[in-house]
T-cell receptor, first 116, second 109 residues
Framework: GAVVSQHPSRVICKSGTSVKIECRSLDFQATTMFWYRQFPKQSLMLMATSNEGSKATYEQGVEKDKFLINHASLTLSTLTVTSAHPEDSSFYIC????????????FGQGTRLTVV | TQLLEQSPQFLSIQEGENLTVYCNSSSVFSSLQWYRQEPGEGPVLLVTVVTGGEVKKLKRLTFQFGDARKDSSLHITAAQTGDTGLYLCAGAGDYKLSFGAGTTVTVRA
């Protein structure tokens, strides 16, 4: 299967600082990547769709100024959590779809963010 | 409101027993995927079903897609402790996936 790499896997930061999470498709190009947030023992909540070369599409209720998404190349999307607060602590996961198939998603390993 | 309803939410069984997880929706999907996620990791794709009535087998796992392409089931035969995890179904829409709430499966030794 296709490989999606996410970095870092864990990060602890202080309140008020910003954290950047990277999502890379290693063996395919992805014009679209997706960012999810997941709370313990719950499903994935789609935050935004990252589009290469254009603005991200955010889901309702997700603050675009707080969760900055940049998709500068066909293999890299970044999510920056700005001015992080403890309530932003969560598990963030990215995914990408290889080829023309829009249905099968391959996920990164996830990033555990803890804001103290 | 979840577009896809998964049941049960939690399932705990003894090793060697069988289990079934259900995924239901009022919407029709072009395809449906099943994923398994272990703690601290991203979901891993298990299978994609596309055709109504389709049945796919993956070793001890059997996946069915309903005739109307609105529901699906995952059956595990003779469960092993390695089957423990969060099972997610996801329906394919225009360009993104809609996930069910997930079923947490625990297989006890």
């Amino acid at each position: 299967g296709a490989v999606v790499s996410q970095h870092p896997s864990r990060v602890i930061c202080k309140s008020g600082t910003s954290v950047k999470i990277e999502c890379r498709s290693l063996d395919f190009q992805a014009t679209t990547m997706f960012w999810y947030r997941q709370f313990p023992k719950q499903s994935l909540m789609l935050m935004a769709t990252s589009n290469e070369g254009s603005k991200a599409t955010y889901e309702q209720g997700v603050e675009k100024d707080k969760f900055l998404i940049n998709h500068a190349s066909l293999t890299l999307s970044t999510l920056t959590v700005t001015s992080a607060h403890p309530e932003d602590s969560s598990f963030y996961i990215c995914s990408a779809n290889p080829g023309q198939s829009r249905s099968e998603a391959f996920f990164g390993q996830g990033t555990r963010l803890t804001v103290v | 409101t979840q577009l896809l309803e998964q049941s049960p939410q939690f399932l705990s069984i003894q090793e060697g027993e069988n289990l079934t997880v259900y995924c239901n929706s009022s919407s029709v999907f072009s395809s449906l995927q099943w994923y398994r996620q272990e703690p601290g990791e991203g979901p891993v794709l298990l299978v994609t079903v596309v055709t109504g009535g389709e049945v796919k087998k993956l070793k001890r796992l059997t996946f069915q897609f309903g005739d109307a392409r609105k529901d699906s089931s995952l059956h595990i035969t003779a469960a092993q402790t390695g089957d423990t995890g969060l099972y997610l179904c996801a329906g394919a829409g225009d360009y993104k996936l809609s996930f069910g709430a997930g079923t947490t499966v625990t297989v006890r030794a």
